[in-house]
């Protein structure tokens, strides 16, 4: 166990809806990553935030926005949902300062749109 | 071309045999490097990391890598049944983004 959690473990949402995905980091962290990993797939990343600003991005475009609070507890939101954001989403949790940052995944949110 | 790569496999082995993964990677400036493993239905577990050349090892597992030839390798041995997974290679580039591979699948053989 890694101390990374997640809420929902799953959801199904249809195409056009909304979704926000909730991720608390593991004790001790102060950056969140997520990423989006489709079947058969390695986990694409998405974002990161740190001190509660988005601190690098992938090439995902902005209907995917997140958040990060005080407590370092980050959320995910997805808009306007299409069929090729179904996948399992991840939350990865690390300490940024050392130089050699490692992440460590929570459980992920498998997310299906139809 | 791909930032990270690796054979997808399978691949299989017996039991107590040595698996051995592989990895490349494209962009010299990277700094760190990492192997995850990942059971169907579940997240990645961080099984090694590792930052200079050279060879790494924990228990069964020992992380190789090669800046030189941008390569990174995972040798499991005396391979148990529990260790059939995807092992997924990363690297860190910039700090705050971490490049995936697609993974490799590992049958171990009983």
């Known amino acids: 166990e890694t101390g990374v959690t997640q809420s ?44 509660e600003e988005e ?12 958040l990060q609070f005080p407590n370092y507890s980050s959320e995910l939101n997805v808009n306007a949902l299409e069929l090729d954001d179904s996948a399992l989403y991840l939350c990865a949790s690390s300490f940024w300062g050392t130089g050699q940052e490692t992440q460590y995944f929570g459980p992920g949110t498998r997310l299906l749109v139809l | 071309q791909k930032e990270v790569e690796q054979n997808s496999g399978p691949l299989s082995v017996p039991e107590g045999a040595i ?32 930052y200079s050349n050279g060879d790494k090892e924990d228990g069964r597992f020992t992380a190789q890598l090669n800046k030189a030839s941008q ?40």
């Open chain 1, 8 to 51: 929902p473990t799953h959801l199904i949402k249809t195409r056009g809806q909304q979704v926000t995905l909730r991720c608390s980091s593991q004790s001790g962290h102060n950056t969140v990553s997520w990423y989006q990993q489709a079947l058969g797939q390695g986990p694409q990343f998405i974002f990161q935030y740190y001190r």
């Open chain 1, 55 to 66: 601190n690098g991005r992938g090439n995902f475009p902005p209907r995917f926005s997140g």
């Open chain 2, 19 to 50: 698996a051995s993964l592989n990895c490349t990677y494209s962009d010299r400036g990277s700094q760190s490097f990492f192997w995850y493993r990942q059971y169907s239905g579940k997240s990645p577990e961080l099984i090694m990391s590792i």
């Open chain 2, 71 to 110: 390569y990174v390798s995972l040798l499991i041995r005396d391979s148990q049944p529990s260790d059939s997974a995807t092992y997924l290679c990363a690297v860190n580039r910039f700090g705050n983004q971490f490049y995936f591979g697609t993974g490799t699948s590992l049958t171990v053989i009983p």
